[in-house]
T-cell receptor, first 111, second 113 residues
Framework: KQEVTQIPAALSVPEGENLVLNCSFT??????LQWFRQDPGKGLTSLLL?????REQTSGRLNASLDKSSGRSTLYIAASQPGDSATYLC??????????FGAGTRLFVKA | KAGVTQTPRYLIKTRGQQVTLSCSPI?????VSWYQQTPGQGLQFLFE???????NKGNFPGRFSGRQFSNSRSEMNVSTLELGDSALYLC????????????FGPGTRLTVT
């Protein structure tokens, strides 16, 4: 049974700091991994999608990596800003037409 | 291109009632998935539809059901509502399935009193 874990559960950093969010999964048989951000009470915004055959994806200040063999993904945020404050969720797409989410990392960037 | 839309955005129901939520996917998307989000359980998969066929269902009681129409719009229904059904219900669409990016709607906030 696929399980997705995100560490840390919460993170507070000063503005301008580079940071890394972690996501681990127990079964390497995945189609892809997707990172989302969620603002309080809102829906999810897609940040990056990494296919199982890819190692990383970049978008602006965001870089996501995937190591399927070790069951890990990281989301790197460069030069963090207060507007980056949100909950970040990773989700793995597994066989059987199912998506499993981690519990998320709540990020607070202090001005 | 318009995003995923969900109606209604907010809903208050009483225990024992039933409710129907609606999701309109991005134009051209054929796959629709539903999720329940609560503070205690996080985001949990409810079911996924592709071309009007349910592809998979999560670990929820039979009170939770759904369907997809020929225009890819989807509805989910919860019968005999319980207090524990209070949650944010999120819908996501993708062009097809498995390898494609999922796009989420704003959600429907259901409160059961």
């Amino acid at each position: 049974k696929q399980e997705v874990t995100q560490i840390p559960a919460a993170l507070s950093v000063p503005e301008g700091e580079n940071l890394v969010l972690n996501c681990s999964f127990t079964d390497s048989a995945i189609y892809n991994l997707q990172w989302f951000r969620q603002d309080p009470g809102k829906g999810l915004t897609s940040l990056l999608l990494i296919q199982s055959s890819q190692r990383e994806q970049t978008s602006g200040r965001l870089n996501a990596s995937l190591d399927k063999s070790s069951g890990r993904s990281t989301l790197y945020i460069a030069a963090s800003q207060p507007g980056d404050s949100a909950t970040y969720l990773c989700a793995v797409r597994t066989g059987g037409f199912k998506t499993i989410f981690g519990a998320g990392t709540r990020l607070f960037v202090k001005a | 291109k318009a995003g995923v839309t969900q109606t209604p955005r907010y809903l208050i129901k009483t225990r024992g009632q039933q409710v129907t939520l609606s999701c309109s996917p991005i134009s051209g998307h054929r796959s629709v998935s539903w999720y329940q989000q609560t503070p205690g359980q996080g985001l949990q998969f409810l079911f996924e539809y592709f071309s009007e066929t349910q592809r998979n269902k999560g670990n929820f009681p039979g009170r939770f059901s759904g369907r997809q129409f020929s225009n890819s719009r989807s509805e989910m229904n919860v019968s005999t509502l319980e207090l524990g059904d209070s949650a944010l219900y999120l819908c996501a669409s993708s062009w097809q399935t498995d390898t494609y990016e999922q796009y989420f709607g704003p959600g429907t906030r259901l409160t059961v009193t």
